[in-house]
């Protein structure tokens, strides 16, 4: 994990008071992967991903719901497999990524149902503008000791998002009618988390 991502990451989880009886987690960024997909022209989907995140998880298993979730994504690690699209996305355009490099999720409210899968809450922060939204997670896979010693568990999680909720307005029209980037973005999450150990 990045430790400026990651530092960034324990101060915004400042704000909520510690969750007791609970085990700090980290996202381990080289197991884990944010990926996002889009309408293009109307007819099909581009995917891309953000190749550089921390994430901090507070995991109460006495009680699932008092847990904490928190992360930070570097804005200009947006990666298409295409330079021209990405440096457009890191323009101010869309993310401005010189005026807004980080986007964070803080979660404040946690709701589970009865197979283990989670309703989470919490402030998603892009380009600037904080607004509420829900992350459907799975169960949170039991602990397991990889071959170097450490503890590790994981999950997958999604939401949709309208990016004109957080000022990503930019578009063209066309001709036939639509316009050339879709509104609504699929967020799809896998997350590999590594045990913390007090130093």
Do not use: C, Y
Not at 26 to 43: A, N, R, T
Not at 95 to 100: I, K, N, T, W, Y
Not at 164 to 191: A, H, P, R, Y
């Amino acid at each position: 994990m990045t430790p400026h991502l990651r530092t960034i990451v324990l101060f915004l989880m400042l704000v909520f008071p510690a969750v007791a009886s609970a085990t700090t987690w980290d996202i381990d960024p080289d197991h884990s992967s944010i990926e996002f997909k889009v309408k293009h022209l109307m007819v099909s989907s581009v995917k891309g991903t953000f190749t550089k995140q921390a994430g901090v998880v507070e995991i109460n298993d006495k009680d699932i719901t008092k847990s904490k979730i928190g992360v930070t994504i570097a804005t200009n690690s947006v990666s298409t497999n295409l330079q021209k699209r990405d440096e457009h996305l890191r323009s101010a355009d869309f993310l401005d990524v010189a005026r807004f490099p980080f986007i964070t999720f803080i979660s404040k409210k946690i709701v589970t149902s009865a197979t283990g899968a989670m309703k989470v809450t919490g402030d998603l922060t892009i380009h600037g503008v904080t607004k509420e939204i829900i992350l459907d997670v799975e169960q949170i896979s039991k602990e397991s000791k990889d071959p170097w010693g450490n503890m590790r568990r994981g999950t997958s999680a999604s939401t949709k998002i309208n990016r004109k909720d957080f000022g990503l307005v930019w578009n063209k029209s066309l001709e036939t009618g639509g316009f050339i980037v879709g509104e609504e973005i699929t967020v799809s999450l896998e997350i590999e988390m590594i045990k913390s150990v007090a130093k």
